[in-house]
């Protein structure tokens, strides 16, 4: 897919499911992803203060947690879908969080934001879909100041036998027809598969987070590698 049609797809395929976009993360991840979100949150570490950009915030479940935990420093959410952005609004306005969060329509490859602004920057589920993931780490890495983490919870690639196959068959065939049958979206979510292929393997992630000068890379598999956390710092050197 070309990188302006794959934009266009995934921007509309986040603008029709976003009303259901919640109850099928729950449904189709088994709840994992809370937990997942959960370890992340505990090796980050981070400090009360701490300013963060989430970029790919969608319905905002991650920049509500790194709001919950730096208790005072300014959190941003971006996301270029602006229905996803709705759903996350009206949560953070629930949680008393819209004081400290600012709710950004934007696209990930360019961040419209000055170098060396946050201590963090982080994307959920996002990187996946983007039409070019290094320009997207380069912009992470950028806005964070030095010493600063470029942090990334995404699906991954199992390697092991059987669990490999059982879980493609899941990924391919069952998990679309869940989204038929709940969000009564079939084709959106035959998107997500479709989206891991070309998706570089937790090795191979790891390599560009060191190739575009990140230090201290450190890779986090969960469930057999279905997903993965990688954290990387910013280094005094490259600010
Ligand atoms: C799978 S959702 C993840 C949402 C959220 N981070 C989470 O963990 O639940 C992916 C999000 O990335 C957004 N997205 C995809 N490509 C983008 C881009 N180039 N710029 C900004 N947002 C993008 C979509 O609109 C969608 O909300």
């Not at 509500?64 to 935990?69: D, H, T, Y």
Request: aromatic letters at 10%.
């Amino acid at each position: 897919m070309q990188s302006k049609s794959k934009e266009e797809h995934v921007h509309a395929v986040f603008e029709s499911i976003a009303p259901k976009y919640d109850l099928m993360n729950d449904l189709i991840s088994f709840g994992r992803h809370k937990a997942w979100r959960k370890f992340t949150m505990r090796k980050m570490g981070m400090k009360p203060g701490a300013t963060a950009i989430d970029l790919c915030c969608g319905t905002c479940d991650w920049t509500i947690a790194l709001a919950r935990e730096s208790v005072s420093g300014g959190i941003v959410g971006l996301d270029f879908s602006q229905n996803m952005l709705d759903v996350g609004k009206q949560k953070i306005k629930r949680e008393g969080l819209d004081h400290q969060i600012s709710v950004v329509q934007g696209n990930a490859m360019s961040l419209p934001f000055e170098d060396n602004r946050f201590d963090y920057a982080t994307i959920g589920f996002g990187l996946r879909n983007v039409p070019d993931l290094e320009q997207v780490l380069r912009e992470m890495m950028r806005v964070v100041k030095p010493g600063g983490q470029v942090v990334c919870l995404e699906m991954s690639k199992p390697t092991w036998q059987p669990f490999k196959g059982i879980y493609y068959f899941y990924f391919e065939k069952v998990m679309p027809a869940i989204g038929k049958l709940v969000a009564k979206k079939y084709e959106q979510y035959k998107w997500l598969p479709e989206s891991l292929k070309t998706f570089p393997d937790s090795k191979q992630l790891a390599a560009k987070y060191r190739e575009i000068g990140l230090t201290n890379v450190r890779v986090f598999p969960f469930v057999f590698g279905v997903a993965a956390l990688h954290m990387g710092t910013k280094g005094t050197d490259n600010g």
